[in-house]
């Protein structure tokens, strides 16, 4: 984990309300594991205060620049829109927090995302990929549009379930999901960006009694582990009971299913 | 030209520049020097502990408001056992005077983890954060009280031969008279300020964002406060001064000191651009360089015109009001 | 649906909506409205009077902060006569309830300019500003006081029978109690927060910037604390409160009132962005009407879960507490 | 006075240090009198907090659109440069404060300016030009680059002298136009930007017994009189003795030299 001027090799509208940022960070890209994430400063201008947490989108194969694909949001990422520009720098700080583990010999994982949280699944699609897994994907957002990282899964060719409210408005990605799990063995799953989507991956990862993770977000200070302001309520146990705080930057941001779902009800 | 002299002896810890961090704002669950040396700084102040587990407040914690953050941690903790296992031989590692910050819900708890404290044989100095609710009298801060400020530094004057320092909140009606009681009871500095009460409120829910409702505010927001209330109890105590209150660079370090504050202490910053410090303490050489200033100390109490000509009225400087 | 009633009375003020201004922030030589009709707003509140000339502090007088303004401009104020001559009959043709502003350097000021102001017969109300230093008893504010601000409000209250309303500076350790003070002297309303005493100092000449040396804080850099201290007296007293401090925007309104403000004021935003009010004014309808919310007086004290599980401690709110 | 959202014709760098700001704001340009300033707000930016006053450097024939020559000195110019776009809208209050007079029958009138304070001088040389009035320039900068308006008193052939502290440090531009008055008789003295030309000018005004006004700056929060923040010290009466803080943003900013030079001593 380090602070890195980075030097911005692009920041373009990719799909919708997302924005892509790629900037040269060798220091940080290098050891990035799929998951993990950086925190970004947005320089030159006295607000916002704090540091915007981002997953990392995808990382160069020379694994010297990084990517981040942001959803245009608030005052924060509209500024990143304009204050952050090719050539120019950017100041992050990373590879922060613990990213997702893939089982030692799994064959084929599902990874499930819902609107900002597809950002986070590319860097473990990628490296599900090198390791010959085959990872099937299951995307939903809003509208077609923001269906980020379509292309990524596409240059692999895994298979891809996709869902917009424009289409279907009350059903689940994840229905797809469960019915294909009945009939092809999934040695884990990961979801993002989604509570429902959480709950039904969740029950679907227990009945079939394999591991489910979840990356969780919260509203940072440091995104580093010092301020103690990102916690959320965890389980301690998978038969719930006993709960603690635990901080998102540190721990995650990604858990446990089992360690968040209902934790906090 | 020489090298200016950086170093400095407050309540009797001697630091190596006058620059260190705010309680809770600098140290990852017991890792330090995340970002450079912790040894770059002249002291460390470490997050408050308790003498018992608390897990804190409830999420959301964090919120960003222009120039500043507001927050509602809690001060979670770990319980001693935890502490000395897991902390302590990571303190011990460190080449830095280490300030242990501690805080309690009752005076014997306060009594209970200074002693604990001092026994360690570690730490620099103590600093009693006097932001918790008295609830035995009418649960205002202890800090917000002359007496009760007092009685609680007396007792923990006792209980430790330790440089003792205060740590109080920012307030206006009762702050110097809080400042003499703390000196008066044997505090050997005074630390200000903490993070005041503060509250935002979600337009939309009509509800307190912070899931304790009541939080803080700190950072770059709060400063001319913070510098106003250096300046005034530097008018009203003799013990030396930590100054803090979104201070983010090298320019305000100067501000704390001109107002009063003998070392000053970097806080939420250090969560946003966490080298400020290191980079402050380069600008602050170069400062004292270019102005010919030989010792860093020079620069304590410069705003003020005529220390003993003092604004706030003599009444208020009597020993005889400080309640005993 | 039906446009949603934005009248409030507050003190006995029949205001059209709870919208005003800050005393000192609005108002030009005695010259009103030059944005937007000063009939737009609910009440006008007017720059402080003394009862006698003054020429105000020494320049400089404003410094701007990080999302604040830093100022003291010490309430310059003409003689009486030109008052009456000049400002009075302008007053007279203001088709608004005005509140007019008051202050003095003793009880007897203060009680001279209340008088003299009910005598007039065209305020609807009076405002005490409090933010004085009470000589005769160690320079501390009036305010910050609460004997000494029982005592004035109580004899302001002798002095008039026109709707009295104690203006607050913020403050931790006294706040409740001061709020309580006035409440039990016959104040009708609270007025808080003032701008927080504060300083800037240049770190090159390490002296202070405003010409008064000490100066006050405003803007939105000081909202959070200002919506929590709505939010603490809203429970230590019943007379409702005009709330105040960074307010720029309908959110903000929504803020303070959900925080237990009853009517809501602007103050720097007015030097910054002169439309503020009126544009907030159109943007709160269409909240209500977005919400189905009826009757702006709803939103007061929405932020409470409950009112009368008060979070500040019942002992605090036993009238015997409050000084007689 | 009153606020408008200008439409900004250009914003594009001048000379030296300073640049230059078009808008269209026939509201203002129509009514605006020589030495009165807008007061801009950089939006779209929680910082800076205030409005930044300006003197009007120019105002179009047709009186639909005005100019401001600013100099970029802190945040606020700083953000003013990248901020107000080419066809963006830019915030104005104004016009605002009391101006320059010119003596009823004036034949000759001399303006003394120094950096910044050069920019107050060109709504005056107009005026005064469409009166038949000659007008001598006395400009003083720092460097070359930072004398602007020599191109607006060459349109009207004005005599200038200039000054530049590269060249002649310590002499004052003043020198030359006190030997210019021992020979030709000019009406009024206008001075801006530098106590020591304003006290150099004082003095020669009072020894030929003319009127010297001078356009004066102060630190301001509204810039229309609500604050009373931006406050001088003025003498009462010519002959000194008795003072008052009268606001630069109203009583101002131009002052007879009697009555500010020395008010604060
Ligand atoms: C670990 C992690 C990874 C993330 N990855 C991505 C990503 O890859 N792509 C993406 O578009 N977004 C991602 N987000 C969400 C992103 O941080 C927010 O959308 C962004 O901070 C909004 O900033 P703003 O100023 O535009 O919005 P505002 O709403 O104006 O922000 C106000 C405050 O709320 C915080 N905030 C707002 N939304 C969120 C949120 N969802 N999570 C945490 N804090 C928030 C901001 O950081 C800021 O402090 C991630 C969040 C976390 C915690
Ligand atoms: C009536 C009047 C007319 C002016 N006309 C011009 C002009 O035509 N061209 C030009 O370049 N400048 C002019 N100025 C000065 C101009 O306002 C400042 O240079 C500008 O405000 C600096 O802002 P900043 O944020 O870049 O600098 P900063 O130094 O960062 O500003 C900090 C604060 O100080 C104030 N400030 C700084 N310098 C001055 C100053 N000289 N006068 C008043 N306030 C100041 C700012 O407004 C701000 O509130 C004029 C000032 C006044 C009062
Ligand atoms: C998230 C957070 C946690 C803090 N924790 C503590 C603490 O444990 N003990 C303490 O004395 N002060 C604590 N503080 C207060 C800081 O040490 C400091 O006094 C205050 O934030 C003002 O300085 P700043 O504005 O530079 O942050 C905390 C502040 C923040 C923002
Ligand atoms: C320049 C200035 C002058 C003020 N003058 C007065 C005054 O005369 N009387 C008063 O009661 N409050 C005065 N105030 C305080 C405001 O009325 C208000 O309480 C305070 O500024 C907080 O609100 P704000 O942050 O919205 O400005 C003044 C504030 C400013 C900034
Ligand atoms: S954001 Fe600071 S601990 Fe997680
Ligand atoms: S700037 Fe407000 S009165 Fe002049």
Redesign the pocket.
């Known amino acids: 984990m380090e602070q890195v001027f980075a030097s911005v090799v692009f920041n373009r509208h990719l799909t919708g309300d997302y924005w892509l940022l790629e900037a040269e960070a060798p220091a940080l890209a290098a050891s990035l594991l799929p998951g993990q994430?950086v925190n970004v400063r947005i320089e030159g201008s006295a607000a916002?205060y704090?540091r915007?947490?981002?997953?990392v989108?995808r990382v160069s194969r020379d694994r010297r620049r990084l990517q981040?694909?942001?959803?245009v949001?608030?005052?924060?990422?509209?500024l990143m829109t304009s204050s952050i520009r090719e050539n120019g720098r950017c100041d992050l700080i990373g590879p922060l927090g613990h990213g997702f583990s893939l089982p030692a010999n799994a064959k084929r994982i599902a990874v499930v995302g819902r609107g900002?949280g597809i950002?986070?699944l590319p860097t473990l699609a990628d490296e599900a990929a090198s390791r010959g897994i085959e990872v099937h994907a299951f995307l939903s957002a809003r509208t077609r549009p923001n269906l980020v990282a379509l292309d990524i899964f596409a240059e692999y060719a895994f298979p891809v379930v996709t869902h917009t409210d424009e289409a279907r408005a009350n059903a689940l990605v994840t229905d797809a999901l469960a019915a294909l799990a009945q009939k092809v063995r999934f040695d884990a799953f990961y979801v993002c960006g989604s509570n429902r989507l959480a709950r039904a991956v969740h029950a679907l990862a227990q009945k079939q009694n394999v591991p489910a993770e979840i990356a969780m977000?919260?509203?940072?200070a440091c995104g580093f582990g010092d301020c103690h302001g990102c916690v959320i309520a965890v389980n301690l146990r998978p038969s719930r009971g006993e709960k603690a705080f635990k901080e998102?930057c540190h721990y995650g941001?990604v858990f446990q299913t089992w360690e968040v779902v209902d934790a906090s009800a | 030209m020489r090298a200016p002299d950086l170093s400095t002896t407050i309540a009797g810890i001697r630091m190596k520049n006058p620059l260190t961090v705010g309680s809770g704002t600098y140290g990852h669950h017991g890792v330090f020097g995340q970002f450079y040396p912790v040894e770059t700084m002249g002291a460390l102040v470490t997050k408050t502990i308790r003498s018992h587990r608390w897990p804190g407040n409830p999420p959301p914690r964090v919120h960003?408001v222009p120039s500043g953050l507001h927050s509602s941690v809690g001060i979670p903790c770990n319980d001693w056992d935890y502490f000395v296992a897991h902390d302590v031989p990571i303190l011990k590692g460190l080449k830095v005077p280490i300030i242990q910050s501690v805080i309690g819900r009752t005076e014997d708890e306060y009594v209970e983890i200074v002693r604990r404290c001092s026994e360690l044989g570690i730490f620099a100095g103590i600093e009693l954060n006097l932001s918790c609710p008295n609830t035995k009298q009418g649960g205002v801060d202890f800090g917000y009280d002359p007496e009760a400020s007092f009685h609680l530094v007396k007792r923990a004057r006792d209980a430790t031969k330790l440089p003792l320092i205060a740590k109080l909140a920012p307030d206006y009606s009762l702050l110097s008279r809080v400042a003499k009681s703390v000196e008066a009871a044997g505090a050997d500095a005074i630390s200000l300020v903490n993070a005041p009460r503060a509250m935002c409120i979600d337009y939309r829910t009509r509800k307190p964002i912070i899931g304790n409702r009541v939080g803080a505010l700190s950072g770059t927001a709060i400063k001319p406060m913070a510098v106003y209330m250096v300046w005034e109890v530097y008018r009203a105590v003799r013990v030396p001064i930590f100054g803090m209150g979104g201070v983010t660079d090298y320019r305000d370090v100067i501000e704390f000191m001109a107002a009063g504050a003998r070392a000053v202490a970097f806080g939420t910053i250090n969560y946003v651009d966490p080298m400020a410090l290191p980079r402050a303490l380069e600008d602050l050489t170069t400062y004292l360089q270019e102005n010919g200033i030989e010792d860093v100390n020079e620069l304590v109490g410069a705003a003020h015109d005529d220390r003993d000509e003092l604004l706030i009225p003599a009444e208020n400087r009597l020993e005889s009001e400080v309640p005993v």
């Not at chain 1, 981040?68 to 959803?71: D, G, H, L, P, S």
């Open positions: 994430f916002p704090l915007r947490p981002f997953s989108y981040i694909a942001y959803k949001m608030g005052e924060g990422t509209g900002i950002a986070a977000e919260q509203h940072m998102v941001p | 960003e």
